[in-house]
């Protein structure tokens, strides 16, 4: 039990918790989810696939996939409660991939080679984080 | 096993998404790339933009790393606790 408590205290202290509430609202979490996953691993899989087809005609495409793939990720973590980590990692992808998006097929701006290699990099390193993360959310009981 | 418990989860708070991430090496590279031609501007603000936007990606997974592990620890002191009870 005196265990018990000075593990109840770190996690308090950690999480910034003042209140047993806030301990409870921390503990509270949306667990791992499968949907969820599959969905991040998947921007992940079409970021490294998009970055091969850049310099080409069909990067137009790859990049309304990803748009599309990382609109449902966002949407679908929004739509699960206790989910703010999550809600605030997949906001902030999303907006990446706006950039890529907006520049390839709504402005359809002249984009340099570099620019692209590096945009799909980036998107694919954040959603390798946002992968693994999510991957390590506790099971539900 | 609680010892090894918080043990474990004082690694798990230096487990650090940003520090592995490394942003900051990469507006350094994007740096030179501007200055090499290899980038327009607004190519390279959106960028550096981004590079801002994934370090709150860095930060919000290291939170949830962080609270993914202290709830799977107690839950598993509250699955013992079922199994002695």
Not at chain 1, 95 to 103: A, K, S, T, Y
Request: hydrophobic letters at 40%; aromatic letters at 6%.
């Amino acid at each position: 039990m005196k265990h018990l408590l000075i593990l109840l205290v770190a996690v308090m202290s950690l999480s910034g918790c003042s209140t047993l509430t806030d301990a409870w609202d921390y503990y509270d979490m949306a667990r791992f989810d499968n949907n969820e996953y599959m969905l991040a691993n998947k921007v992940r899989t079409q970021a490294n696939l998009g970055a091969r087809k850049c310099g080409t005609p069909e990067v137009n495409q790859e990049v309304s996939r990803l748009w599309e793939t990382t609109l449902e990720l966002k949407n679908y973590a929004q739509s699960m409660e206790k989910n703010d980590e999550t809600v605030t990692m997949t906001t902030e992808l999303l907006e990446i991939v706006r950039g890529l998006d907006n520049r390839y097929n709504i402005d359809k701006k002249e984009t340099s080679m570099t620019y692209c290699t590096r945009k799909f990099g980036n998107i694919e390193k954040n959603a390798t984080i946002i992968t693994n993360v999510i991957g390590k959310k506790p099971r539900e009981w | 096993m609680i010892d090894n418990a918080m043990k474990e989860l004082e690694d798990w708070v230096g487990n650090n998404h940003t520090e592995l991430a490394d942003w900051a090496k990469d507006a350094r590279s994007l740096t030179e790339e501007f200055k090499a031609g290899d980038l327009s501007e607004d190519e390279y603000k959106e960028l550096m933009e981004d590079l801002k936007r994934s370090k709150k990606i860095s930060d919000a997974a290291d939170a949830l790393a962080v609270r993914s592990r202290a709830v799977e620890l107690i839950d598993n002191i509250i699955t013992s606790a079922g199994v002695i009870l």
